[in-house]
């Protein structure tokens, strides 16, 4: 599966942002796959965001997330979502979504874990000025 994430750019502290990521590929279907975003901040390593399931029910976050961040989906645009509000200058990172055609209970995206087997997008550059 392919996975082009936009949406990045650059806003002010307190402002919110939403970042897409559309994804396409020919014998896939995007409802089977589970769903997560994944950022990396300047010197940092890459960590997780959130998750979601191939329904949309399920979702996961991290803890420092939790309460700012949304993550949803459209399965017939074939497309995940991040709703970022409130944002500091410490969300600065390059955010990167990407793809699990595994199960829930057996993906990596939900215990919010990076994987071998995940599909990686580009990434989309936040920038959060204070």
């Known amino acids: 599966v392919q996975l082009q994430a936009s949406g990045g750019g650059l806003v002010q502290a307190g402002d919110s942002l939403r970042l897409s990521c559309a994804a396409s590929g020919q014998t896939f279907r995007f409802s089977h796959y589970i769903m997560g975003w994944f950022r990396q901040a300047p010197g940092k390593e890459r960590e997780f965001v959130a998750a979601?399931?191939?329904?949309?029910?399920?979702?996961r976050y991290a803890d420092s997330m939790k309460g700012r961040f949304t993550i949803s989906r459209d399965n017939p645009k074939n497309t995940v979502y991040l709703q970022m509000t409130s944002l500091k200058s410490e969300d600065t990172a390059v955010y990167y979504c990407?793809?699990?055609?595994?199960?829930?209970?057996?993906?990596?995206?939900?215990?919010?874990?990076?994987?071998?087997?995940?599909?990686w997008g580009q990434g989309t550059l936040v920038t959060v000025s204070s």
């Open positions: 990407a793809a699990d055609s595994a199960s829930w209970v057996r993906s990596s995206l939900s215990s919010g874990r990076s994987a071998p087997s995940l599909d």
């Open positions: 979601i399931s191939g329904t949309g029910h399920i979702t």
